[in-house]
């Protein structure tokens, strides 16, 4: 009796031990989920999903007519171009979906089909028509990109033919201009239509209310690629403000996200704590040509010598405060067809006297002398700089510093606007400090085409060129682009020095992934979030 009685006892014992450990696990358990969903409404607390941007002195928010750098920067997320440039400055697919170059000034494009403008009308041929005749006929930043445009051909509701006037390398990088609505716009005057408050678009966002102090604009869900392309950021506040002082000052109190801007003082309005600065090389890019039909200069060994003695880093330190890049190449800005460091030849002082020996020249007198022609010729050159521009001068007193500190004399020419330009135009002279601001294209005619800068001319380099223009295979125009590259190092037509810096200041609490360069600063967007 005893026995089943203790029996009895164990079995209740082991009863109750089972439940309290089931309840304790059960609370347990019940804890576990309590905590992963407060984590969970923690993080959807934490992540806000709106941010702001800011515009000083709007004009219009059409991007066509407005010359606001704000305005064209934050507007490519409401409209879109034919072509788009990826943070690399490569030309990628977007309203279009292909070209064709036909002839040498032909090209036939293929139009994405299943676009829709924000009102949730057809975008079709006639709106690509629309926009280039509206850039032909008004002033634009933008009319540069069809300045060569003869005419429009629709060949279908997908499907445009553009004619040229003349052959233009490269020209799918022209077709970076945003598409505006033909039927927005049906008998409305273009310039002066209340509509250009609020026009429509095809891109990531649209604007949804607009006032005085402010555009709302929030997301585009008929976007064409918004299921492969997700934004999580569901509004962006654009504030307006009267002065860029303003907008600095909003921003570094907290009311902004975002900053644009090739302000080298930027640090002395927003301070230097609470954000992320991305800083770039510029669009302005300052070199060098040598005008490679003047006597002395039409010796490679004289210009490879004067490119070794000048030390870059000297001028961006002491002439810019180190608020600019030193350039060794047009197109060393970023862009996919430029290996960082391959086009300079660097400076290298006893590189310079070495190329001169090498060639017969002798050190003398604190001069650089040979004898030609029973003549002693000495290594003296002009070089030409605008007198209005203090900023060049300086440049061009340093470079004379430092090339006569190596023998090489340097008388400067400070010529004004008109006669610079003269000059200029007529190769006037021998060594030019000339700016230029680079274009989106990779072309480049400007520096190596027909009446360039230097009066440079080689055999290879316009077949290069000749190739290039005329291919779209990417391995091809690296492999061609790094040949030329290379004739440019060597021959020294020309001294890249310094590009302008831009900078786009995040604010320090934006996540996402962040890729800005000068064409635009907001790649990445689609994973933004504060």
Known sequence: MNMKSNWIKYVFIIFIIGILIFAVLKIRQDQEEINL?????????????EIKVGIAGLDTINPILSNNKNVQDITKLIYEPLVNLTSDYKAEPCLATEWAKQSDNSYLIKLRENVRWSDGQRFTAEDVRFTIDRLKEVSSIYSYNVQYVTAIEIMDDYTVKISLDREVPFFEYYLTFPILSKDYYEGEDFVTTTKNSQPIGTGKYKISTVDSSNIVLVKNDSWWDIKNTPLTLETITVNLYSSIGELYNSFKVGNLDLVATDNTSLSEYIGTIGYTPNEMKGRDHTFLAFNTQNEL????EVRRAISYSIDKDNIV????????YTSSFPLDYGSWLYQEGTASSGYNVDQARQVLEEAGWTYRSSSWQKTINRRTQRIELNLLVKASDATKVSVAQNIKTQLEAQGIRINIVQASDEEYTNRINNKNYDIALCTLTLSTSPDLTTFFGDG?????????????????????DENVLKERYS????????DAPYLSLYNNKYVVAFNSGLVGEKRPNWFCSFYGVETWYK
Not at 297 to 300: A, C, E, P, R, V
Not at 483 to 488: G, Q, S
């Open 317 to 324: 330190s002491s002439i810019f405060n180190n608020q600019a």
């Open 452 to 472: 360039n800068l230097a009066n440079y001319t080689n055999e290879e380099i316009t077949n290069i060129m000749n190739e290039v223009k005329n291919t779209t």
């Open 483 to 490: 040949r030329l590259i290379e004739i440019y190092k060597s």
């Open 297 to 300: 200069l039409s010796n490679i």
């Open 37 to 49: 969903e407060d984590k969970s409404t923690s993080n959807e607390e934490e992540q806000v999903k």
